[in-house]
């Protein structure tokens, strides 16, 4: 019923950047928050930075001041600025979204595919 769809990632150097995007798309009415987690190999999950319905942000201490996240709700489009990439930064990138759809009192929790950020030292 609905589809999240990442862009953007790549190979960078270190202190390069690169910026993600992830567009949702399907029966959607209203999309709560937009987030973007990464998942290193061998290493759990994690949640890199979140914006809310109303533009509210929250960031991991590890990426705040290099990485920004912001979103176009007349796009359903979430997407992650990084800057001074790291290769500690190398990972998978997912981005969540939490969706209402149509018809529907309930929000649920979807997931992308994944985009592929690797940074070279």
């Known amino acids: 019923q609905v589809q999240l769809v990442e862009s953007g990632g790549g190979l960078v150097q270190t202190g390069g950047s690169l910026r993600l995007s992830c567009e949702a798309s399907g029966n959607i009415f209203s999309i709560n928050a937009m987030s973007w987690y990464r998942q290193a190999p061998g290493k759990q999950r994690d949640l890199v930075a979140t914006?809310?319905?109303?533009?509210?942000?929250n960031y991991a201490d590890s990426v705040k001041g290099r990485f920004t996240v912001s979103r176009d709700n007349a796009k359903n489009t979430v997407y992650l600025q990084m800057n001074s990439l790291e290769p500690e930064d190398t990972a998978l990138y997912y981005c969540?979204?939490?969706?209402?759809?149509?018809?529907?009192?309930?929000?649920?929790?979807?997931w992308g595919q994944g985009t592929q950020v690797t940074v070279s030292s």
């Open positions: 969540s979204a939490i969706i209402r759809h149509t018809g529907s009192a309930s929000y649920f929790n979807y």
């Open positions: 914006i809310a319905s109303g533009g509210s942000t």
